[in-house]
Nanobody, 120 residues
Framework: QVQLVESGGGLVQPGGSLRLSCAAS????????MGWYRQAPGKERELVAL???????NYADSVKGRFTISRDNAKNIVYLQLNSLKPEDTAVYYC??????????????WGQGTQVTVSS
């Protein structure tokens, strides 16, 4: 059993900042990749930022230079720092991970999401 739990969302004015957290827990042998997606109303879910299995980072062009992904491997937590927020950043942000269990089962997991609303 693996769980991903997001936190840190909220309401912020344009130009403001937030920091999102995602904690993975359960029967985890290793985490191959971990990152963030978002879905705005009426739009498809899109990749925002990702730690790959090799430890490199990928960012969507729309957030590059404004958002920063980081992690605490000892605690199985990934963070997303959101700076210079724009109204178009408004979305539900989902944590996503590829995780290997102690039984060597490889699965894809998603959190329940945390709402980020950017509005004046």
């Amino acid at each position: 059993q693996v769980q991903l739990v997001e936190s840190g969302g909220g309401l912020v004015q344009p130009g403001g900042s937030l920091r999102l957290s995602c904690a993975a827990s359960g029967s985890i042998f290793s985490i191959n990749a971990m990152g963030w997606y978002r879905q705005a109303p009426g739009k498809e879910r899109e990749l925002v930022a990702l730690f790959t299995s090799g430890g490199s980072t990928n960012y969507a062009d729309s957030v590059k230079g404004r958002f920063t992904i980081s992690r605490d491997n000892a605690k199985n937590i990934v963070y997303l720092q959101l700076n210079s927020l724009k109204p178009e950043d408004t979305a539900v942000y989902y944590c996503h991970a590829e995780i290997v269990s102690y039984l060597k089962y490889v699965g894809l997991y998603w959190g329940q999401g945390t709402q980020v609303t950017v509005s004046s």
